[in-house]
Structure formats: C-alpha cells, structure tokens
C-alpha cells in the first residue's frame, strides 16, 4: 500500500519539521492540497509554499489540485517540484488536452473525482491515466468524516481499470483510518491520502506503518 499523508493536516509554522518527520518515516509520498477558493470553500498553499516543501522533501510530491482552470499552472507546479498532478474531472472542460499537457512536462498525470461523480466518466480516458482519485469526503477541509459509498466506488474503479487493460493507480483521499484503509485495500485501493490520523496521532511513524501493512 502506498501512503501519502496530507501536509493539509500538518503544523504550518513548522512545517520543515513535519516535512522531515515523513522523510524518516515510512510514508512513499508527500500529499499536497492546493485550493483556490473558488473550486473549494478553502485556500491552502500557493507555489512558494509547495517549493519550501520541495526543498525539504525526500519523496514524491503527490499535488492535488483544487482549483479552477488548471492548465494555466501546470508548467508553474513542474517547475516547483510536482512529481505527480491531479486535477479534477468537474474542473477541466478539456480533460484530455489538460492530461497531455501534465505529461508533456514529465509528471504524472491523475484525475480526481468528487464523492457525486460516477467513475464512468473516464473510461475514455482510462488509459491515459497514472492515478486515479477517489474523493471519500468533499473537498475542501481536513478531518471530514469518511463517506462510505467511496468502498464501492473503488471496486466500480478497479473493474474499470482492469476490463481498459489501464494501469492507472487508484488513490483515495478523506477520512483515511485504520478501519475505513482495511475497506478500501480490500476494494483495490492501491494508495491512501491520511492527514489528521497521521499528524494528530500520538506517534505518526507508528500510524504510517500500520496504514501501509494494510
């Protein structure tokens, strides 16, 4: 199981400190919300903020995108260190040319969808995919409650993914715990997006393990 915990969730004013904390950790990916306000009733980390952490961090930066009109910063967040892009499905009008363009800049390209989008929605895109994301709460804020009908949703996914002959990662992201993990691994969930069970656990390393046995 990949984990990618979400820096969301973390101290802001020390932000370095928990950034290190992953890098010793046995966490695979560093999970990055950006929201613009308007896509989401929220406002996170702009690029200097994504660079600092860059400039800190010893693995992969997971950059899920939540905001409107994505393409006209895809080079922008290449630039400060993406290593995989997400976007979302109800944000992009051309969903494909927004695909290639992330690639065409060598990251990986993903599609996150919101907790009413059916996963239908890409099977004609499937194929050119790295990631999927399965929102299992809505977007917006950290520490949501887990929304069930995600389990199901990820078995709908790995059909998909599987009958395509894709091989697009499934992640999910909200609510992410030792017992909702158990049901989304053994739906196919191939990575999982934790951010207040992580950094608000007595000992994050210890929760990190325990989420990537599952």
């Known amino acids: ?72 910063y895809v080079e922008e967040f290449k630039k400060v260190g993406a290593e995989y892009l997400t976007v979302h499905f109800e944000a992009c009008t051309h969903l494909h040319r927004t695909i290639q363009l992330i690639k065409s800049h060598g990251m990986k390209a993903g599609v996150a969808l919101n907790p009413h989008t059916a996963v239908d929605v890409l099977s004609e895109i499937i194929n050119d995919l790295d990631l999927v994301l399965i929102m299992s709460v809505n977007p917006g804020f950290g520490g949501q409650k887990f929304i069930p009908q995600a389990v199901e949703k990820v078995r709908k996914l790995k059909n998909l993914i599987q009958n395509s002959g894709s091989n697009a990662l499934i992640e999910v992201d909200g609510g992410v715990n030792q017992e909702t993990g158990k049901l989304l691994a053994e739906a196919g969930a191939d990575a999982l997006v934790a951010g207040s069970y992580v950094f608000n656990s007595e000992n994050p390393h210890k929760t990190i393990e325990g989420l990537k046995q599952l």
């Open 1 to 72: 199981m990949i984990i990618s915990p979400s820096l969301l969730s973390c101290d802001f004013a020390n932000i370095q400190r928990d950034v290190e904390m992953l890098n010793q950790s046995k966490a695979d990916w560093l999970h990055i919300d950006v929201m613009d306000g308007v896509f989401v009733p929220n406002i996170s980390f702009g690029f200097p903020v994504v660079q600092a952490m860059h400039k800190h961090a010893k693995k992969p930066l997971d950059v899920h995108l939540m905001i409107v009109n994505p393409d006209q």
